[in-house]
């Protein structure tokens, strides 16, 4: 795993901070080129959801409706929210 986080992190996707109240773990966030890749992972989801029988995507379809309905505004919404340290899953959760 530590492997794929240094590959993400030397792709520009992820952003490594050490934790100030933890120094044995680390923080990860999204750069804007990782928040970027948000629309494109939504129309996965929705390729999960319609070719998939076992797809995850059952336990969001208020998520997936959204994208269907309009990938680009709810990315916009999904991307400030995660600027902003939220959880972007809860709310949509079937």
């Known amino acids: 795993m530590a492997s794929r986080l240094d590959h993400l992190i030397e792709a520009g996707i992820l952003q490594r901070e050490s934790n100030e109240t933890d120094g044995r773990k680390d923080l990860y966030s999204l750069t804007e080129k990782g928040l970027d890749l948000i629309p494109v ?52 959760l079937s």
């Open 41 to 92: 992972l939504f129309e996965m989801v929705l390729w999960s959801a319609k070719h998939d029988s076992r797809s995850e995507a059952k336990c969001i379809m208020r998520l997936v409706e959204l994208i269907r309905k309009d990938n680009r505004k709810i990315s916009q919404k999904v991307i400030a929210q995660v600027k902003r340290g939220e959880a972007i899953v809860a709310e949509y």
